[in-house]
């Protein structure tokens, strides 16, 4: 099947700082691809989709000053979040679509991010 | 509007009983249904879906789930649990009709099989 990777798989930073999340699609090309965030014991929430090539259409209530989102290739998608503080650690989780009318959605190991 | 309910946050069965996991969604239009597990701190791995065709969809690991138009419900089932299946399980359902593809997920149920 799919594969998609991230990295790095955990990160800790300090507050203030930018940490910048890579999500990529080993073995397809994605078309789309789709960040979320995952609180503890809760679902997932969509933070963002991007294609390849133009700017991410963003959630309501998602900052997309602070989280910046490139999709420069059809296999590689990359989030920072910039000026991190504490209330930004939690678990970010990428998929990849590929193209298609049924596309469905290969997910990431996910990333956890820890400011302190 | 998608949305997708998971009634129970948890559910617990003994090892070798069969298990529902259930699910039930609101979407127009036809709906294009899935479930997922997650394992502690990883990524969400994918178990099966529903697009069109047999009600009863069978998936990885042994599980199966039954798409119920009238009931609005795809609860996901395993005839007989392992200790190895407890993990979260989030259903998620998506739009055919619409242009965007992304998935709307429910809040999960964490399973406990126990031993």
């Known amino acids: 099947g799919a594969v998609v990777s991230q990295h790095p798989s955990w990160v800790i930073c300090k507050s203030g700082t930018s940490v910048k999340i890579e999500c990529r699609s080993l073995d397809f090309q994605a078309t789309t691809m789709f960040w979320y965030r995952q609180f503890p014991k809760q679902s997932l929430m969509l933070m963002a989709t991007?294609?390849?090539?133009?700017?991410?259409?963003?959630e309501q209530g998602v900052e997309k000053d602070k989280f910046l989102i490139n999709h420069a290739s059809l296999t590689l998608s990359t989030l920072t979040v910039t000026s991190a503080h504490p209330e930004d650690s939690s678990f970010y989780i990428c998929?990849?679509?590929?193209?298609?009318?049924?596309?469905?959605?290969?997910f990431g190991p996910g990333t956890r991010l820890t400011v302190l | 509007a998608q949305s997708v309910a998971q009634p129970e946050d948890q559910v617990n069965v003994a090892e070798g009983n069969p298990l529902t996991v259930k699910c039930t969604y609101s979407?127009?239009?036809?709906?294009?249904l899935f479930w997922y597990v997650q394992y502690p701190n990883r990524g969400l791995q994918f178990l099966l879906k529903?697009?069109?065709?047999?009600?009863l969809v069978k998936g990885s690991y042994g599980f199966e789930a039954e798409f119920n138009k009238s009931q609005t419900s795809f609860h996901l089932k395993k005839p007989s649990a392992l200790v190895s299946d407890s993990a979260l399980y989030f259903c998620?359902?998506?739009?055919?009709?619409?242009?965007?593809?992304?998935?709307?997920f429910g809040t999960g149920t964490r399973l406990t099989v126990i031993p």
């Open positions: 998929s990849a679509s590929v193209g298609g009318s049924y596309n469905e959605q290969f």
């Open positions: 979407v127009s239009g036809n709906p294009y």
């Open positions: 991007s294609n390849e090539g133009s700017k991410a259409t963003y």
């Open positions: 529903y697009i069109t065709g047999d009600n």
């Open positions: 998620a359902v998506r739009a055919l009709q619409t242009g965007a593809n992304n998935l709307f």
